[in-house]
């Protein structure tokens, strides 16, 4: 599997943030990809959200993605999952990470240092760039889920149309999870380049709180 390295440094889980966040990451850089930043309150809702071109926003130096993200709430203080994604040359997503930050109207930040996570899922089934036909994929690993939201499992196509998916439950929080899954396709007529999207949601946000991807090829 392809690691499309993206890691927070700052803020890191349990900060407490006021506006603006100024948020710094490594970000490995993708030709003609985007970066997502997005905040997202305990409704699922965006309180915050800035989508800049990849290759001007990489700096140099370390870290080599810095940016503020400014935001308004109603209340003193509320709970709100910070997302960074990066999207490939035609919008899909390729990876995702998040923390889990207190927003406060006013008061003294309070800023966690970032636990770097370990390797969420090991994927041995598909290769990466390979070529499959059939009408199903084998889809098969181990991963550690960080919430009881199922795992969602998902063939994207460049136009971003999804021609196949599904999901598996989760048992055990934090435990590591042998998976092995075939995952039909339809709506496939020639060679068609397609990402393979692996993510899981966090409660109560409702939005993916970590994504990885796969780029592979189908044909009927």
């Given at each position: 599997m392809k690691v499309h390295h993206i890691e927070?440094?700052?803020?890191?889980?349990?900060?407490?943030?006021?506006?603006?966040?100024?948020?710094?990451?490594?970000?490995?850089?993708?030709?003609k990809g985007m970066i997502?930043?997005?905040?997202?309150?305990?409704?699922?809702?965006?309180?915050?959200?800035?989508?800049?071109?990849?290759?001007k926003s990489i700096r140099m130096d370390c870290p080599n993605f810095v940016t503020q993200i400014p935001f308004e709430i109603p209340d003193e203080a509320s709970e709100a999952l910070?997302?960074?994604?990066?999207?490939?040359?035609?919008?899909?997503?390729?990876?995702?990470?998040?923390?889990?930050?207190?927003?406060?109207?006013?008061?003294?930040?309070n800023l966690n240092s970032y636990q770097p996570q370990t390797t969420w899922i090991i994927l041995e089934n598909p290769k990466g760039l390979r070529t499959y036909s059939g009408g199903k994929i084998q889809v098969k690993g181990t991963l550690i889920p960080l919430s009881e939201k199922p795992i969602r499992f998902e063939l994207m196509t460049k136009d971003k149309r999804l021609v196949g998916s599904s999901q598996i439950p989760v048992t055990q929080v934090g435990v590591p999870t042998v998976f092995d899954l075939n995952l039909y396709y339809s709506f496939i007529n020639s060679l068609t380049n397609t990402q393979l999207l692996i993510s899981q949601a966090a409660d109560p946000y409702g939005v993916d709180a970590i994504l990885d991807s796969l780029n592979i090829y189908l044909l009927p």
């Amino acid at each position: 599997m392809k690691v499309h390295h993206i890691e927070y440094l700052t803020p890191g889980d349990g900060s407490l943030v006021t506006s603006p966040i100024n948020l710094t990451a490594e970000v490995q850089p993708e030709p003609k990809g985007m970066i997502r930043v997005e905040l997202i309150d305990r409704k699922g809702f965006s309180l915050a959200r800035k989508l800049m071109p990849l290759d001007k926003s990489i700096r140099m130096d370390c870290p080599n993605f810095v940016t503020q993200i400014p935001f308004e709430i109603p209340d003193e203080a509320s709970e709100a999952l910070l997302t960074l994604a990066k999207l490939d040359e035609f919008g899909r997503p390729v990876v995702l990470r998040s923390v889990i930050v207190t927003l406060q109207s006013s008061g003294e930040e309070n800023l966690n240092s970032y636990q770097p996570q370990t390797t969420w899922i090991i994927l041995e089934n598909p290769k990466g760039l390979r070529t499959y036909s059939g009408g199903k994929i084998q889809v098969k690993g181990t991963l550690i889920p960080l919430s009881e939201k199922p795992i969602r499992f998902e063939l994207m196509t460049k136009d971003k149309r999804l021609v196949g998916s599904s999901q598996i439950p989760v048992t055990q929080v934090g435990v590591p999870t042998v998976f092995d899954l075939n995952l039909y396709y339809s709506f496939i007529n020639s060679l068609t380049n397609t990402q393979l999207l692996i993510s899981q949601a966090a409660d109560p946000y409702g939005v993916d709180a970590i994504l990885d991807s796969l780029n592979i090829y189908l044909l009927p």
